[in-house]
T-cell receptor, first 114, second 110 residues
Framework: KAGVTQTPRYLIKTRGQQVTLSCSPISGHRSVSWYQQTPGQGLQFLFEYFSETQRNKGNFPGRFSGRQFSNSRSEMNVSTLELGDSALYLC?????????????FGPGTRLLVL | GQQLNQSPQSMFIQEGEDVSMNCTSSSIFNTWLWYKQDPGEGPVLLIALYKAGELTSNGRLTAQFGITRKDSFLNISASIPSDVGIYFCAGPYNNNDMRFGAGTRLTVKP
């Protein structure tokens, strides 16, 4: 079974631009969560989508948004990029929503904001 | 938000040695997960624990869910060079968003 895939793997943007990242979950998984990983803050939860609805949201500004499509694929958007948005963005999928399901991570998209 | 306190922050060991790391929380968690992350990759699930007191092994890895449900530890026996990486504990806070420890960076010297 194919794992979680994320595109692109690497991205360079400049301040003020916006970016869209994509995540395809494991086949049959309907929940997709997004995380930001930085050396200073570690792994931080952004949001979770299940059945095209945002189910849970972390403590990030409104510049960070996401959506999920009917095939469970998800996109994450960051508008008006700031230098501090440079990070590894990880998505993880699991079969159903809720914390008791085991989630599996993709390889991440490394974003560099200049 | 609720933090998971993971220690040690880093470890430098000789190949063949055993390793132990742990994770504590001031709140109860109903699930404890241990992940390993290699450079440039996403975390990979190593062991999942679902019941207080549970002791689970995966090859040379052994993890336990603390009886108070506020801690967990991970042991690696007879370490090898490919054990190098960052190990994270994690758990669903309030059965919702996943919280992660800060990670333990393991270096294994051949």
């Amino acid at each position: 079974k194919a794992g979680v895939t994320q595109t692109p793997r690497y991205l360079i943007k400049t301040r003020g631009q916006q970016v869209t990242l994509s995540c395809s979950p494991i086949s049959g998984h309907r929940s997709v969560s997004w995380y930001q990983q930085t050396p200073g803050q570690g792994l931080q939860f952004l949001f979770e989508y299940f059945s095209e609805t945002q189910r849970n949201k972390g403590n990030f500004p409104g510049r960070f948004s996401g959506r999920q499509f009917s095939n469970s694929r998800s996109e994450m958007n960051v508008s008006t990029l700031e230098l501090g948005d440079s990070a590894l963005y990880l998505c993880a999928s699991k079969r159903a929503a809720g914390g008791l399901e085991t989630q599996y991570f993709g390889p991440g998209t490394r974003l560099l904001v200049l | 938000g609720q933090q998971l306190n993971q220690s040690p922050q880093s470890m430098f060991i000789q190949e063949g040695e055993d390793v132990s790391m742990n994770c504590t929380s001031s709140s109860i968690f109903n699930t404890w997960l241990w992940y390993k992350q290699d450079p440039g990759e996403g975390p990979v699930l190593l062991i999942a624990l679902y019941k207080a007191g549970e002791l689970t092994s995966n090859g040379r890895l052994t993890a336990q869910f603390g009886i108070t449900r506020k801690d967990s530890f991970l042991n690696i026996s007879a370490s090898i060079p490919s054990d190098v990486g960052i190990y994270f504990c994690a758990g669903p806070y309030n059965n919702n968003d996943m919280r992660f420890g800060a990670g333990t960076r393991l270096t294994v010297k051949p």
